[in-house]
């Protein structure tokens, strides 16, 4: 299972609000899969952690390379607590709420490389992010890594000096004060104001490689940026926000879910949850934030050229949902 087949799982699970158990495909003799998976609550994480502890181990002994977690426990420190010592591996974040412990460390980092590089064959730049990154958390990391992704590195930097000292630049780079502020404000993608700048996370590879080691610094909290909608990176602190819609490729007023706040300098995550909230929030004016090479761009274009006729400006990002806007919608979709 590749990366967007676990994301579209991850977000399959986020719109149902209900989590999903599976068993990954090649099933063995011995009764193990490939990969499997269990829900956690976070509730029996903190008052119940040997029931917790038990079923764990259960799923982990059925599974030769992975053990997938969903819990309602965005953040990794409570899982790692409770389960490190059993599985002797720690949880890497995919997506809020989606955990994986990995049996294999190489698939581990196959996993993290497919992150910053995407399924497809990666570019020269991609490979500079992910060494970058793989740099902060450990410095040995070429040593180490898989050999496939060695032949990646020099491949596409040369030998492994030249490929750390490039690596090594890059880093330098995101050092120097102001460097966020000024590179937002070179993009000519997404939308910004003063404050930030917005862009859809499909254009996260597009991106000044700093940038996006940057943004890959993030990750190490949040996970897998695709499988949030908009990313917003904030100029003037040390901050990026994650966005996550109810089906924002296919609603032309998608109401926003969940809100995600990664403090880069404390290295803490928040998270919102906006579901609840008696007036929702929609974002409007959707084609700002995304390529027009995208195809739902001209659509997405059309609608917000409807909601100028009837009076609506694109002040901000997001808007409270109300009766006109609905009566829009629905006298432009008829």
Same mark, same amino acid.
């Given at each position: ?43 029996? &994480?903190? #008052?119940?952690?040997?029931?917790? $502890? ?9 599974? =030769? +390379? %992975? /053990? ?80 496939? &992704?060695? #032949?990646?590195?020099?491949?596409? $930097? ?9 690596? =090594? +630049? %890059? /880093? ?80 032309? &007023? ?81």
């Amino acid at each position: 299972m590749n990366k967007k087949d676990f994301l579209l799982e991850y977000k399959l699970m986020k719109s149902t609000d209900t989590y999903i158990e599976f068993d990954g495909v090649d099933h063995s003799e011995d009764g193990s899969y490939d990969f499997a998976s269990m829900s956690i609550d976070s509730l029996d &994480l903190r #008052d119940h952690p040997e029931e917790v $502890l038990k079923a764990a181990e259960k799923r982990w002994s059925q599974t =030769r +390379k %992975l /053990l997938l977690v969903y819990t309602t426990e965005i953040k990794s420190t409570g899982l790692n607590k409770i389960l490190f010592n059993t599985l002797n591996t720690s949880a890497v974040p995919a997506a809020p709420g989606l955990f994986f412990f990995f049996k294999d460390s190489d698939l581990a980092e196959i996993f993290q490389f497919n992150i910053h590089c995407g399924d497809k064959d990666e570019t020269k730049e991609d490979v500079l992010v992910y060494l970058a990154l793989a740099r902060i958390k450990n410095e040995s990391v070429l040593s180490s890594m898989p050999q496939i &992704l060695k #032949d990646k590195v020099t491949g596409h $930097l040369g030998n492994n000096i030249r490929a750390i000292a490039e690596s =090594r +630049k %890059l /880093l330098a780079v995101m050092g120097q004060p102001g460097k966020v502020k000024e590179l937002c404000e070179k993009t000519e993608m997404g939308m910004q104001d003063d404050e930030a700048l917005w862009i859809h996370t499909s254009l996260i590879k597009e991106l000044d490689p700093a940038l996006r080691v940057y943004i890959g610094c993030s990750a190490f909290f949040y996970g897998d940026p695709a499988s949030a909608d908009i990313i917003k990176i904030h100029k003037k602190s040390s901050k990026i926000t994650y966005y996550l819609y109810d089906d924002f490729e296919n609603k032309l &007023l998608p109401e926003m879910h969940d809100r995600i706040k990664v403090d880069l300098s404390r290295q803490k995550m928040d998270h919102f949850d906006h579901r609840s909230h008696r007036k929702p929030e929609v974002v409007y004016f959707k084609e700002r934030f995304v390529s027009p090479h995208n195809s739902r761009y001209g659509e997405w274009k059309d609608f917000s050229n409807h909601l100028l006729e009837k009076g609506y400006e694109p002040d901000g990002i997001h808007i409270e949902q109300n009766r006109s806007l609905k009566e829009i919608l629905n006298s432009f979709c008829a």
